[in-house]
């Protein structure tokens, strides 16, 4: 009895011979000829094969009896699917169910890698900065790809498709790694989505590489450098006393609005971003830098204004962080021939609130927002308000200008 199929075509009932494979033990039965067939009919075709078109899938190149009855149960369950799923015409040679074509930036497993990294990564749930080197990566690796004409679908990316388009980029270490942890964001993303069953970036090594020790400001050289940009420079100058006196990151004072400041009670929200994860953290106004966060907020018109933007004042409209690494490359380190980066002041001030307290290590961790004891995390809930409590106190004259 024949199956129908698309366009009024059918496959008749496949059979195997030797008929009765099954059964067949002796080696000398391998002389025989061995295949499984059955008739295509396509009303196109008629007039050529009035009786079908053969169909018929050779098992000799089979050495042993084993291989062939293998063979055999594989074929007798993937030829249905061939015509009936993928809708093969083995006349014409082509599929009649046509192929899905992925539309222009939208997801599809058959999308190729480079399309859908591009289009995933700008979907992401993450900083600003991620996104940004996400931006800077993938455009390399899109470079890689061309170059060596490494073309294939986000479906069937594997660990060594990566390794290819990375190891012709020549990183160094640490940006090999950098590469690996950024793309890897973007893959679990893609699991998730369907498009890819496994990120390969699990089983890549990252490579060994050397902690270079960071540079620091001393203190007699912060100071001279914030007696000049109290001067000349008086926003940065603001900012940098807000900065150093906070343990943040300049990507979170940039998020922070009118509305997150309580000035009453020496604190404000900010909104700590790493990675995929969000998470919002109550800090303290510190005595030595209450003066500058009372006359920032002041110029605020509303509660929506971003306190840090254009000229490191307050406006509705944000800006990047990224302007303080160049206005102080532009502001410091070009003109006074000093080489450690704005970021020293963060270490600097840790450092010397460590000195100014008998609790150091608790109140630092607070200050700069890291969270490594679990007990503390979940189940001390009312810690946090103390230490606050305790930082509010707390008063670091490292900068006296």
């Known amino acids: 009895m024949a199956k129908s199929l698309l366009f009024d075509c059918s496959y008749t009932e496949i059979w195997v011979h030797p008929k009765n494979w099954k059964t067949l033990t002796s080696k000398k039965s391998l002389e025989l000829n061995w295949y499984v067939e059955c008739k295509f009919i396509d009303p196109l075709f008629l007039e050529k094969y009035p009786k079908g078109f053969p169909f018929r899938k050779k098992l000799n190149k089979f050495r042993t009896l084993e291989e062939r009855k293998a063979a055999i149960q594989v074929l007798l369950t993937e030829i249905p699917k061939l015509f009936e799923d993928k ?34 990564y700008l979907k992401l749930s993450v900083s600003d900065g991620v996104i940004k080197e996400l931006r800077r990566i993938i455009a390399k690796v899109k470079k890689s790809a061309e170059q060596q004409r490494i073309d294939f679908s986000i479906s069937e990316v594997h660990s060594g498709h990566v390794r290819d388009l990375l190891d012709y ?7 090999y790694n950098k590469f690996l942890t950024h793309l890897s964001i973007v893959l679990s993303d893609l699991v998730e989505k369907r498009m890819v069953f496994h ?13 270079k020790i960071r540079e620091t400001l001393e203190v007699d050289e912060l100071n001279k450098i914030f007696s000049i940009l109290k001067t000349d420079y008086y ?3 603001r900012y940098g006393q807000i900065f150093f006196h906070s343990g943040a990151r300049s990507a979170e004072l940039f998020r922070v609005q009118k509305k997150d400041v309580y000035l ?5 929200r900010i909104t700590i971003k790493k990675g995929n994860s969000y998470r919002e953290v109550i800090k303290v106004i510190l005595p030595n830098a209450l003066k500058f966060w009372t006359e920032i907020v002041q110029e605020c018109k509303t509660e929506e204004d971003y306190l840090f933007t254009r000229n490191l004042q307050p406006s509705v409209t944000p800006t990047q962080p990224y302007q303080i690494t160049k206005r102080w490359k532009r ?4 003109k006074y021939n000093i080489t450690a980066d704005f970021y020293a002041l963060k270490h600097l001030f840790l450092d010397e609130l460590d000195k100014a307290t008998s609790e150091s290590s608790m109140l630092s961790k607070g200050m700069a ?6 007990t503390e995390k979940v189940y001390l809930v009312g810690r946090n308000s103390r230490k606050n409590e305790a930082l509010k106190n707390i008063r670091i004259n490292v900068i006296t200008a």
């Open 87 to 120: 809708g093969w015409n083995p006349i014409t040679k082509k599929y009649m169910i046509p192929e899905a074509i992925p539309i222009n930036g939208v997801l599809h497993p058959k999308l190729n890698f480079i399309e859908a990294l591009e289009i995933a």
């Open 169 to 175: 980029l020549n990183l160094t270490p640490n940006e």
């Open 199 to 211: 990120n390969p970036i699990k089983d890549i090594r990252k490579k060994k590489t050397v902690k």
């Open 235 to 237: 926003t940065f100058y």
């Open 264 to 268: 009453e009670k020496r604190e404000y």
């Open 331 to 334: 502001l410091v380190k070009d």
């Open 369 to 374: 927002s890291h969270e490594t004891d679990v």
